[in-house]
């Protein structure tokens, strides 16, 4: 007997979800189990409205991943600069203490890069 499903992904949020679609799209049949309540689906997605934490150098560094209506508001922005240390304190502070240091300045090192 074979089973329903080819790949199962504990998680429903942003990295399981690009798992899941990742999977179906190799043809693979997936299953997506999610423990928290209806209300909060996406994991923290939910919270953060999908976005995602990046390094940089201010307003100016960002400006080519802003639709180019956003540079209209430009003279009224103040950014500052949130630099790989900005973000590394960050990240031990609200894991207080308790993230991978190697792994986490690789995170911010390459956050930049990545968007």
Known sequence: ?????????????????????????????????????????????????????TSHGGLADLENLLEPTARDRFPLTD??????????DDMVRVTRGRTGADLARILAG???ATM
Not at 3 to 28: E, H, K, L, M, Y
Not at 79 to 88: G, Q, W
């Open 1 to 53: 007997m074979a089973a329903p499903w080819d790949v199962i992904v504990v998680g429903g949020g942003n990295a399981g979800f690009c798992a899941a679609q990742s999977a179906r799209q190799a043809g693979a049949r997936v299953l997506v189990l999610e423990k928290a309540p209806r209300q909060w689906a996406g994991g923290n997605s939910y919270f953060t409205a999908g976005a995602m934490r």
């Open 110 to 112: 390459e956050s930049r």
């Open 79 to 88: 950014l500052a600069p949130y630099t790989d240390d900005d973000f590394l």
